[in-house]
């Protein structure tokens, strides 16, 4: 079921950018669980086109319809279904590359793939799926929040310029959701230097889900980080993810890597957390951490080479409303897909008590 | 189910390091396939404890002896049952530190999750576990070379030495499987200077898929990257992966990471690979490259600081058959995950076909 | 994930009786159809309340809304998501029996399982679920009319009146979607006369699929008539199903039961369908042929004995727009689920094939 | 995964009749639980060849091999593989039927399906699967009976005679596996009779779940009854199953076949069992009840038409080692399916518990 994540808390998910609506279905979620409509809605405004002043001028409400699953305020534990209204189709801003694929986007290979698409703003591969991935992030929130669980991320990179000095502060303000630091100005200005050429930037996020006790995740292929790797990577416009030092501990020592521990009024801690809050795919209690590689926006006014779908060599400037960098609205995606991974994995933990 | 991989092409596997023996379950293998078993022998082989003069001295045989689902040397449709028997239990190695969480390693996660643990080796967070991964990639290698694809990994980076100037022609060569380059020799002593040390080093693995169609994988969470990430951060020493330019793509313009296209008599041709071969999750029919950071093994004579299982501080030095680095061995693994997940691919993209 | 039916081609539904509305998703669903649109309201309208003269006298339009999914008229493969407004929400009706448990009704186990439920019209657990199968069956219609294969089932008996001497000449015509016989008349009486006294009648219907190819099914727990059994047995009012000769081969011999084989014009043929079409799980090339029991409508007229959620004894008088028969809604409902599971097999298959 | 079942509690299966082993895994058993191997040696004996004076003389030992997942005889929640060796090959046996299609077999479907199948035995279509559900079955009796659940079955009719004035006094002793009656002689002489006429019969069984807590199960497409009736059906030889009063619902009136309800010691009662323990696809406390039609054994010395697999007519009469009925030795594997469905909706439950 290509479209649907999850094992127990489970979030099918429909919709193309230009159709008549998104929407989906989050099965699996608990009853009893007060559904707050206002932390919802702030969490989809932190996607939400505009939502930055980097960002596209397309201004989509997505205000969410939740259409079951909720009585008095209240989850029941049936599946929630609800939908987001397009309400901002301009197609016509697409009719021009209907017949040609716009490189480092999903043209071609849903072509060759479906035989037919829906060229409209891009279809279904377009970044306003994950709208339904912030609704249903929103809920597992709510969830985890009963727990003590909170999942934050903030852009540590943008445009080759890294956030330097900064302290682990959430929530990070607009517009680029990055923590607090002396880069923020030359991180800015990377964006909007790439804005002003037509062309545009990548970047890197930081996540943490902090307050995660020990045990979620599951031996051999239901490793907990293999588990987010699929959901952060599934993220159209990710391109890769590593867990605590990461690509770093490859070039380290094992006597280096390697997360010490001892006790501390009764409790184990560990002197480090290079592993990144996972052990053998099993949380260990500590902060999970992890960074996702985001590429850089491929809608560019930039002139480009490609090919029409009648296999005749062309050029392509992709004009529009389009973001100079996704990263900043990808955070709030990310932490989404961080809380929904996490409270899957509570529920299979629940499962298997004595 | 978290001891089983796969959508239509399945591994579901078993067994700890120290207990009778680990297996497993194919399911979903198309029937008429001839299954060459010298060619899966020679794939454990690469796997095996002390493939690599680098290597553990527990040595393995790692005979796999297929149960189920081949008659007359023709797969039948039917699930592959098969079992790898523990010739080498020598458990007694492992009383030391039956109390002890080993730093780096499942113990603590394992003990706080299920209360009980199989201390031998490791029980099931043990990388011996992997065998079953290789045995079913080797099948699934047999699969997809009757379509022309071919799966091969290499060592592209050792305790800290990148392999230099190479070129992409596998298979590459034992003790440390990386492309022939000038940097072998300081990439073999970077661990061989780690193992006297008593310490260990990590690496980088790249992985390649050639011959691979467009149109496999799938919209949403069924992205064929998503898919990758999931099988390669199961293997446990994975601590990252990145698709194509990766996280380098997060520094670059939109203008420098999108892949231009041309026709070439008449087909379409990209003009680069930043994407590593996959497109909005679907194969665009470049080459599929990632490469996967391999932490240093985490058994490592070094004295490390650790506590009991009874909530005491202690210091640590774990002796053994213990490699100084995994990334070679990891190699066979790596190829495997990918050529089961791609093979995985095809039966889905085959599915929805008319 | 319970809101979720199939393997390849699935249906995830949501909705309560008297929430905004019903809906859900249809994934997998293979681009390149037709929806036709006529047809779909077509099937709606045969499970509609009010579709028979017995029926209830609440009267919901049912109009599908597909909101993703189809560009043109025609399935591009990306999941159909739907809704279905509920524009008759009499909520007053039900205010009554909040707080009691209706006899033959889910009240009593969702409130146990749950602790909380949305009282109004029985909720999730009400049959007006059904709509939202009954859509995915008409697409999986749709997709199955290429290969020539149909779907159509009948009331064979109602409140104990077996239709008697008929032909199969479907479909079936209102008000009892019964096969046409000398039996029609009796058995509409008893509906009437169980309608007249405050009560109802069960009965049971017979569903037959024509053209289905040999081959459709796996091994194992993956048999054709295990996804059938359960996927009408899903159905809120079945209790009972059984395949060609069913509990009556309980009764025969062998020699008897077995269908034997004969070739024609160099086809192979059965001599008999015992069997009802289906082989060690797999489909022969026969009809498939079911029935399924279907149980009294729970909600009448007449006192019943019943308990109060705070532990009373009470009695209750279920009024309202009930059906004194759900057999012949159910109709459409169980070809609906037949063709959406014999779709799925039809994937399934196609993944396997060379 | 057509071999697999189950969603938190899993059993994947491989074998084949005359291969030289079955066995699978058992994912998601619970940490913790004593595995007595007498009591699982005791189930896998009831299913055993030769089990009864009706049964076939081929004499497994059927013993069960347990490679992982239990240490110091409990369960660690790791997959539990096993195996069971075919030591009884005689594949000669089975050479004059290779190239015909006996009827009320698999060898026609499998032959169309796959193109290849093991002729020996009926391959992974022999009841010789079985054994693997059984050994499942006992380990969730394990698992269930730390709740006080346990479930049983017996068979209520054979060769069309009933069991009659019958208490359920479990368990029920070979060789019939039928409850205490006056009816068991002539039920034994109908299989008799048939075993001498070189034909065979089929039976009834019921099976009852006692103790098992109202709430388990799900909505829609996850109820209980459906998980059941897949589980069920999916045994080769059941042709049927119903629920409660079943069948005989669809001649009731819905005053007649509610379950009304009554407080007693301030808890729920019901006054009558028609549902069968299930309303609206959950547990509601009662008793969970079901019967099971199995159809009279396919492989009879009887001759009967048939084609080969060169498309010509021709007669068979199979010989060898066949029971004239199925019923008996299934009364143990319809037990251990209804177990694995049980302890696996426990499981489910727990998650989703606050």
């Known amino acids: 079921m290509p479209n649907t994540i999850g094992r127990l808390l489970t979030l099918t998910s429909f919709g193309e950018s230009h159709g008549a609506a998104l929407g989906g279905v989050v099965d699996g979620y ?52 609800f939908i987001i209204r397009n309400t901002s189709q301009r197609s016509s801003d697409y009719s021009s590359i ?13 072509t060759m793939k479906y035989g037919i698409r829906d060229p ?36 540590t990179m943008l445009g080759g310029i890294e956030a330097a000095d900064y302290e682990w502060d959430p929530p990070f303000p607009p517009p680029l959701y990055a ?47 293999a588990a987010l ?34 006790t501390e009024n009764g409790r184990a801690v560990f002197l480090s957390n290079n592993a990144g809050g996972i052990l053998g795919g099993i949380s260990n209690g500590n902060d999970i951490v992890f960074r996702a590689a985001v590429k850089p926006t491929p809608s560019i006014a930039k002139e480009q080479m490609t090919i029409t779908d009648g296999m005749e060599d062309t050029r392509i400037s992709v004009h529009g409303r389009h973001d100079p960098t996704i990263a900043p609205r990808a955070v709030s995606v990310i932490e989404a897909m ?11 933990k629940r499962a298997y008590e004595r």
């Open 30 to 81: 608990p009853a009893g669980i007060r559904i707050d409509k206002d932390f919802i809605a702030s969490e989809m405004a932190r996607r939400r086109p505009g939502s930055t002043s980097l960002g596209t001028k397309r201004s989509e409400s997505d205000s969410v319809e939740i259409l079951s699953g909720v009585y008095n305020g209240i989850s029941t534990g049936m599946p929630i279904g």
């Open 98 to 110: 209907e017949h040609c694929f716009r490189p480092g986007h999903a043209d071609y290979t849903y």
């Open 120 to 155: 409209r703003g891009g279809g279904r591969s377009s970044g306003r799926e994950t709208a339904c991935r912030v609704f249903a992030g929103a809920l597992s929130k709510l969830m985890l929040a009963e727990h003590g669980i909170r999942v934050d991320a903030g852009v």
């Open 179 to 225: 923590p607090r630091c002396s880069a923020l100005e030359a991180m800015m200005k990377a964006a909007e230097d790439a804005m002003r050429d037509g062309d545009s930037v990548g970047g890197i996020i930081e996540c943490r889900a902090q307050g995660v006790p020990a045990g979620l995740g599951d031996p051999a292929f239901g490793k907990l980080d």
């Open 229 to 262: 790797a699929a959901a952060i990577v599934s993220i159209g416009a990710v391109k890769g993810i590593e867990f605590g030092a990461g690509f770093r501990s490859a070039s380290m020592r094992g006597s280096e890597n390697n997360d010490g521990m001892r």
């Open 338 to 348: 961080t809380a929904l991974t996490i409270a899957d994995a509570m529920l299979m």
